[in-house]
């Protein structure tokens, strides 16, 4: 009960006035933004944040100019403007760039830029991984993109069926491009969201609860979440035909015991989630614009948290409604087919809330233009959600499948659930970044341009499909008598992309981003990124009361600025915020923050070289780009777990905080907890693949003669294990300072963990078994190598913790290196085992 009492007496500001001298120039120096070429060191989120934007728009317009470049082929019948393999090309490049270089960094962008301020913090308590997220998307999704100007682009669609794009059917460097570059723009998605998770768990303002929280930091959690879960699957498919391309190992090969429908469960398990995750952050902006709107808070918060959080968990029970076509049992498609429509209650759920909302408004403002692009959402929206029910109506599927119907709905889902809540998001927090609202005149052209275009454009596709017209084809006969309508849709587009033009001439006209003011609260709106900010967030960081605490607190914002709250100042002379409790947030520590650096940028140089470099077989080079990277994420990580020995700080109000924090309850244990996750769910994937190839080929499955003897795997067990013992008994061991022991200690338990990896490959060689044999054998050595990734990583760890432990960096109150690795390390022997037991155990098992 203490506990609610303290969430609900709304205190006096802490802080008497006036602040000290100096306090406000301090902040200002230590939170000064990088200028002229060290612009590029930029960590801080909010910078961060409007490049990415930037660069998610920039690639909206690529991939729109693609789609233009279609439109223009499929406008007239027998057209011969581009042949046939430039326009496969062609889609394949703008879904690829439209789902990963678009929609998901965009929102992911929008997040970076705007969480910290909305949760009141100064800063996520990573900024240099959303600065090294952000780069290594932009370089690699930059590179990627060019492949086209050089006809290597790949072909296969976005979704890369095998054996489509297996090395027998696209044996050119396309596909590797392809699945290169999504691998690796997964990854920093994934960084990402891990940023945004321990962000929002740890770092809001205090007072604001769980309860409290808006609900666009709902969304981007659940959102984080459910990019933990489906990514990693992609990140195991892609690498699993990469393998079978480059080494032969047939994953996919029917003839060899794989099965191309392996890659689809992969994709799917990842692809259907995707159309959530890129369309709840976008109802959470949509949710956080009505009220403001409206003058009204959301009706039916948490119905909609609910419904939210319903729907993270039910898209994953979906995936296989992609796959109706492929002759799967009859109750998978039973289970998948309630699914799908059981998925559209937490949606409605949503725009009931919305409509409610709207009917209760205090002010409406149906005519402002974020509130005109919302409704435009709405009208879309439920035109995608009503073909959405027929196509997951079996037999209908079966009709409309791989026509132009499909066409039509995917973008009225993704365009109309997407594209235009982000545009009256953008209109809608421009204030927020720039000196200057956009124009509402400029606007209303925009909106109108894009508003009816889209509909002349995809609402007679709907009718071409029903016609008969497959999609993916680049030319038609005239005799089908499908020219009209196609050409409808060409000249819509064109409207659609005027629409855009309108957008980029306002924003050529009056964005000016932030120097060191933005225009203000100009809506009236509830929530904490409208207090007064600069560089360094708000001046000090409220307590917090309620859903909007700027409508519910009078007088927040002028004692914000005045510096009355909590941390006005820089205490240890350093970027810092504040790390609150997860449920109740309450102020736990002050958290230092790194400042500007180039290791961010020039780790992800490295990482994009690594990836594109080797697709190209160019062994060296990206060896020394991976170098490179390592080296500089080193650099990075050397200056974090600053030393502890200091004394608390004062944050106002009579609060003294630690500066840091160890164990538990610290925010790098949160984020390697989720990092672990991240790996469970590759483990995961992969085991699903050795278990799926058994269920479609047992026949591959060597007999209990030809598996090796138990022998080696048993030693392996016991080496595993015992490295977990010896590394609890380190972590005592440096309790009591006893260095020596970590240094001796730490590299025995390498050798051992390597040996053990060392031993099952071993094993499975003098077996005779060969990568190249089947699925199964290509499934066993995917197993091992993994497990061989995961062993290298540790080594990486364990060697920086002893580099730390020789330069005094390490102890028992400074031992968030020792424990971060302890942690991967327990959890690589868990894995290792599983994994044993998986290729020794389950064969025995089924005799
Ligand atoms: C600027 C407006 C847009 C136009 C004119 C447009 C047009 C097209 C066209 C002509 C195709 C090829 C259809 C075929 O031949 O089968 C296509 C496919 C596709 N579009 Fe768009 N599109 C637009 C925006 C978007 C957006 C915003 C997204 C996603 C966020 C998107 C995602 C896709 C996907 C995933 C495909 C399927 C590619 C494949 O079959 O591999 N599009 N679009
Ligand atoms: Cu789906």
């Not at 794009?165 to 691998?183: H, K, R, V």
């Not at 925009?446 to 071409?464: D, E």
Request: proline share 7%.
């Amino acid at each position: 009960m203490a506990d609610e009492s303290m969430a609900d007496v709304a205190p006096s500001p802490p802080n008497t006035l006036p602040r000290p001298d100096g306090e406000l120039e301090q902040l200002q120096r230590v939170w000064k933004r990088p200028t002229g070429w060290r612009a590029l060191t930029v960590v801080n989120n909010n910078h961060v944040g409007l490049l990415y934007i930037g660069t998610a728009l920039l690639f909206f317009l690529l991939a729109g100019v693609l789609a233009l470049l279609m439109r223009t082929q499929l406008a007239v019948p027998d057209n011969d403007l581009i042949g046939h393999e430039l326009y496969n090309q062609l889609f394949t490049m703008h879904g690829t760039v439209m789902m990963f270089l678009f929609a998901v960094p965009a929102v992911e962008a929008m997040a970076v830029l705007l969480l910290p301020n909305m949760l009141g913090a100064r800063d996520l308590p990573f900024p240099r991984l959303s600065a090294y997220a952000y780069w290594a998307y932009a370089v690699g999704g930059l590179i990627f993109f060019c492949s086209i100007f050089v006809g290597l682009a790949p072909d296969g669609g976005w979704f890369m069926y095998p054996p489509l794009s297996s090395s027998a059917y696209s044996p050119e460097l396309n596909a590797d491009l392809w699945l290169l570059g999504i691998g690796f723009i997964e990854i920093s998605a994934i960084a990402g969201a891990i940023e945004l998770a321990v962000g929002i768990l740890r770092t809001r303002a205090p007072g604001m609860t769980l309860d409290r929280m808006p609900i666009f930091a709902w969304v981007m959690l659940v959102f984080s979440g459910m990019v933990i879960v489906a990514f990693p699957a992609v990140i195991v498919g892609t690498a699993l035909l990469e393998l079978e391309r480059a080494f032969g190992m047939p994953f996919f090969i029917a003839q060899k015991g794989g099965d191309p429908l392996l890659w689809q469960h992969l994709f799917w398990f990842f692809g259907h989630p995707e159309v959530y995750i890129i369309f709840l952050p976008a109802a959470g902006m949509v949710s956080m614009i009505i009220p403001a709107m409206t003058g009204t808070s959301l009706i039916g918060y948490r119905l909609v948290v609910l419904a939210v959080v319903a729907t993270g968990f039910l898209s994953f029970g979906l995936w296989v409604h992609h796959m109706f076509a492929t002759g799967i049992p009859q109750l998978s498609l039973s289970f998948a087919s309630a699914a799908s429509m059981a998925v559209s209650v937490p949606t409605g759920i949503q725009i009931f809330a919305w409509i409610a909302t709207i009917a209760a408004a205090a002010r409406l403002r149906p005519f402002k233009l974020p509130m005109l692009f919302i409704l435009g959402f709405f009208f879309i929206f439920v035109l995608g959600g009503l073909t959405g029910v027929m196509v997951a109506v079996i037999p209908f599927d079966l009709q409309a499948h791989d026509s132009y119907f499909i066409v039509a709905h995917l973008h009225y889902v993704l365009f109309g659930g997407m594209v235009f809540p982000l545009f009256a998001a953008f209109y809608y927090w421009a204030p927020f970044v720039s000196a200057r609202a956009l124009s509402e005149k400029l606007g209303r052209w925009a909106f109108w341009l894009m508003f009816i275009g889209f509909n002349v454009s995809f609402f007679p596709m709907h009718l071409t499909g029903l016609a008969g017209m497959p999609r993916r084809v680049y030319t038609y006969a005239d005799s089908y008598g499908w020219g009209p309508l196609n050409m409808a849709s060409t000249l819509g587009a064109y409207m659609i992309a005027a629409g855009v033009l309108a957008f980029l001439i306002d924003l050529a006209r009056n964005f000016r981003p932030v120097g060191d003011a933005n225009a203000g609260n100009i809506w009236d709106a509830g929530t904490l990124e409208w207090l007064p900010s600069r560089s360094y967030g708000s001046r000090s960081i409220p307590f917090v009361t309620s859903r909007e605490p700027l409508w519910n607190q009078p007088g927040l914002a002028r004692d914000v600025d005045a510096g009355r709250y909590y941390l006005p100042n820089a205490p240890t002379g350093r970027r810092s915020t504040l790390v609150t409790s997860p449920v109740q947030a309450r102020p736990e520590y002050v958290l230092e923050l790194p400042g500007p650096g180039w290791s961010p940028l020039l780790a992800a140089l490295g990482t994009a070289g690594f990836f594109l470099l080797l697709t190209f077989k160019l062994e060296a080079l990206a060896g020394a780009c991976g170098v490179l990277a390592v080296a500089m994420i080193w650099r990075w990580l050397w200056d974090a777990d600053a030393n502890p020995v200091r004394p608390p700080v004062d944050i106002g109000g009579g609060l003294r905080l630690p500066v840091s924090c160890g164990g538990s309850a610290s925010h790098s244990w949160w984020a390697m907890v989720i990092l672990l996750m991240v790996c469970a769910s590759i483990f995961g994937s992969l085991l699903f693949a050795y278990l799926f190839l058994w269920v479609t080929s047992p026949e591959t499955w060597p007999p209990l003669a030809r598996l090796p003897s138990m022998g080696l795997p048993l030693t392996s067990t016991g080496l595993l294990l015992g490295t977990s013992v010896l590394l609890a008994w380190l972590s005592r061991a440096l309790e009591r300072e006893r260095q020596v022991a970590v240094r001796l200690g730490l590299p025995a338990a390498m050798l051992m963990i390597a040996a053990a990896i060392g031993l099952e490959a071993h094993g499975q060689w003098q077996a005779g078994l060969r990568p190249q044999d089947s699925g199964y054998a290509a499934a066993v050595y995917a197993l091992i190598g993994l497990q061989a990734v995961f062993v290298t990583t540790l080594c990486f760890m364990a060697a920086f913790t002893v580099a730390r432990s020789l330069a005094g960096r390490l102890g028992p109150a400074r031992r968030a290196s020792f424990d971060s690795t302890m942690l991967f390390w327990h959890y690589t022997v868990a894995q290792g085992l599983l994994g044993l037991c998986a290729i020794h155990g389950f064969p025995r098992l089924l005799e």
